[in-house]
């Protein structure tokens, strides 16, 4: 299937799933990448998901895009643009309309797979708007309650699964911000497996086959 148009630039890899409509993962990259980067590993994921990388919306200098700035005050330490989060969480869901519709994909089967600040942005969508995801495979990142819809826990999670991990020495997310994921998912109704692997902000070779492994049994 030929390449179109999005709201956001993005890479694609069909599905080999001729009859039906197939599975999609959806990429969401960190801070400072592009869509080239989750896209490297798409020839490894399962043949039968349809695979969009999308790029983050935000043009960082000299190179890299972000879903929303990061701040660095005195004052403060380290914190978050969520009015541009929000913005880029409803963009991403735009997006995923989109994407049902002009890839023809499986809108009960999409699962979104994000890395740090991707993945941050991924459990606001998935938690916001439940109805459009079916998994969260959700690498090196933690849930803000500040970009999450307002009244997001009447939502219905039923159908939702979730994958969290982190690096146990990551030194640019903490990795206790990121312990907190199970239980405030559990409190939720929310299934999650979380694993934490001895690396720092970054995806072993452990983690990969690991997550590979609980997709397949999603």
Known sequence: MEKH????????????????KPPVIIMLHGFGSDENDLFSFASELPSEYAII???????????????YNIYFDDSKGKFSDDEQAIASRELVVRCID????????????VTLLGFSQGTILSFAIALSYPEKVTNVIGLSGYINEGILKAGY????????????SHGSVDQVIPVSWAQRTQPFLKNLGIDCKYSEFPVGHGVSPQNFYELKSWLENA
Not at 58 to 63: D, F, G
Not at 98 to 109: C, G, H, L, P, T
């Open 5 to 20: 148009t999005l709201s956001l630039e993005h890479n694609y890899r069909p599905s080999d799933i001729k009859d039906g």
């Open 53 to 67: 990388s999308l790029k983050a919306p935000i043009p960082m200098q000299p190179y890299g895009n972000a879903w």
């Open 98 to 109: 989109e994407i049902v519709e002009k890839y023809s994909v499986d809108a009960e089967n």
């Open 153 to 164: 826990e009447q939502n219905d999670f039923s159908k939702l699964n979730i994958y969290s």
